[in-house]
């Protein structure tokens, strides 16, 4: 490779990895991570603090409510069908039984039964039917509600603005979460936790909470929360009719409004268009009637329908302060989780532990760079000091390339670079001890420069792929720190063999083999 363009190639790499690095350089200046800043490496959760959950997703429940929608289907077919029935009920975990009236007669293999029905095993006996869920079926609705659970707690995540989040499925049945440099604990839990399954009631107001027909009617309740303690003050039932004539799953849109009344924050709904229209039929059939907005179980307000409301709009209003009306926008803008979610593991890494790690990891990192230097000036001579600038350059080069991808740097990650000093020196040693050999067998110090790069280049390059190999073997099948391990010493090794190949070999090059007699070289 001709001199000048591989000094052209060495300052065009420096440049761009300095252009790289400046980012993570601003960010850190003054302490902190901040999001604005692009480009930059990012510190994981044990680096600067955060929170770590595993949590449960309740997949049984899934299943029951696949059970509960086919029976509320089943009545409502029944119902449409004039079929005269005693009851359908949720019996077991896979099971509903539908009783009907003595005389009647119902082929469930029929339309317009089959279409939600061909997943279910059928057992007839005299006027009963015992529906059963296939296993299939079950483990498809398990599976499916974990991935669904994934996908909405990674949406809510990413509108919550937590920098580099981990969430992972483990198991069967458990979403891993990782939120770094998050600070308030409360309300993660709460966003992440939340259900958020939101239904539109019409409410019967000539019912009351002690005179109401449970099999028509279902009882639920509006809480006034004391904005001082947070308690709850008071709660106020509400007799609404048992099936809901509109659901969450319908919302295209959810933001942060305020009553222009009162100023009170609240949230926006927009439905799609099939929800605008039923919304509009709903608004415009039952006129001076309430409409209760229920969600996760509990009344958020219950307005009078004045006009019918065509354009697709509603909005939930409460006692809601800023910060919680963002928060209801964000888990009705997700979705629904499929099924309720139990938290099995808390862990919250603070802040001050957080910069400890960061400083000792720093410190460990910096105390044997500067071993490594001066071992290497104090053996090697001149030679060490072009090792020590190429050891320099790459770690410049790892904390470039890590920022490029905006890739976050653990505390096993930082184990990982101080490997890659090693890593980097051992290359250059290899060089150095052919050197010599080559001057005490042959004489030539400008041979022994040129056999030594070569005959070193195949045990380098050897040395580093096995190495290389392993790496990536952990960055494929590793998880969380093992992962950040093998991306930092993956990067650390291709970098070392460029800096010891391509850098160290420009400074011999300029400094000896460009002269014109070479009687001696400083190793």
């Known amino acids: 490779m001709d001199l000048r363009f591989k000094g052209l190639l060495i300052f065009a790499v420096l440049a761009i990895s300095l252009y790289y690095c400046y980012p993570t350089y601003q960010a850190y200046r003054e302490g902190g991570n901040p999001q604005e800043v692009s480009k930059k490496v990012n510190l994981g959760l044990d680096l600067q603090g955060g929170m770590y959950l595993d949590i449960e997703v309740l997949v049984d429940e899934a299943v029951n409510a696949v059970l509960q929608r086919t029976a509320q289907e089943l009545e409502d077919n029944l119902i449409d069908n004039q079929v005269d029935y005693l009851r359908v009920e949720v019996v077991s975990d896979t099971q509903l039984v539908i009783e009907l009236a003595s005389g009647e007669k119902v082929d469930f293999n029929a339309s317009p039964y089959d279409r939600f029905l061909v997943q279910f095993d059928q057992e007839e006996e005299d006027t009963s039917t015992t529906l059963t869920l296939q296993a299939d079926e079950v483990t498809r609705v398990k599976e499916s509600a974990i991935d669904q659970a994934l996908e909405v707690i990674r949406n809510r995540i990413d509108q919550f603005g937590v920098t580099e989040p981990t969430i992972q499925k483990r198991g069967d ?145 409460g006692q809601f302060t800023i910060e919680e009306a963002s928060d209801l926008a964000v888990t009705l803008r997700s979705g629904a989780l499929p099924a309720p979610i139990e938290i099995r593991e808390e862990r919250t890494v603070g802040a001050s532990l957080g910069e400890d790690s960061v400083r000792q990891g720093l410190t460990s990192l910096v105390i044997g760079a500067v071993v490594v230097l001066i071992f290497m000036m104090i053996y090697y001579m001149l030679s060490g000091v072009f090792a020590n600038v190429a050891l320099i350059f790459n770690l410049i080069l790892v904390v470039a390339v890590l920022g490029m991808f905006e890739a976050t740097l653990t505390l096993p990650g930082m184990a990982g670079m101080v490997l890659t000093l090693g890593m980097s020196v051992d290359a250059n040693v290899l060089i150095f001890e052919r050197i010599r050999e080559e001057i005490k ?80 070289i400083s190793i």
């Not at 509109?246 to 942060?256: K, S, W, Y």
């Not at 070193?456 to 960055?475: E, K, P, S």
């Not at 991306?487 to 300029?510: D, E, K, N, P, W």
């Open 173 to 317: 049945n458990s979403i891993l979460i990782q939120l770094p440099g998050l600070k308030d604990r409360d309300r993660a839990i709460k966003l992440v936790g939340t259900t958020a399954v939101l239904q539109f009631f019409l409410v019967q107001d000539y019912a009351t909470e002690n005179n109401f027909n449970e099999q028509t009617s279902v009882l639920k309740y509006e809480e006034e929360i004391d904005p001082v303690t947070g308690k709850v003050v008071r709660r106020i039932p509400y007799v609404l009719e048992k099936k809901p004539v509109l659901t969450g799953e319908f919302i295209r849109d959810a933001q942060v409004r305020f009553d222009p009344n009162d100023n009170q924050p609240g949230v926006g709904l927009s439905f799609d268009s099939i929800g605008a229209d039923r919304f509009g039929k709903i608004t415009q059939k039952n006129r001076g009637r309430r409409l209760a907005i229920v969600l996760d179980d509990k009344v958020k307000s219950a307005p009078v329908i004045r006009e019918a409301i065509l354009g697709g709009e509603a909005s939930i209003s």
């Open 441 to 520: 067998r042959a004489g030539h110090p400008r041979a022994a420069i040129s056999e030594g790069f070569n005959k070193a280049f195949l045990t380098i390059v050897d040395a580093n792929i096995t190495t290389l190999f392993g790496a990536l073997a952990l960055l494929q099948f590793g998880r969380g720190p093992i992962k950040g391990f093998a991306v930092t010493l993956s990067i650390g090794i291709l970098a070392s063999m460029f800096t010891a190949i391509v850098v160290t070999r420009f400074f011999f090059q300029v400094v000896y083999l460009n002269r014109k007699q070479l009687k001696n």
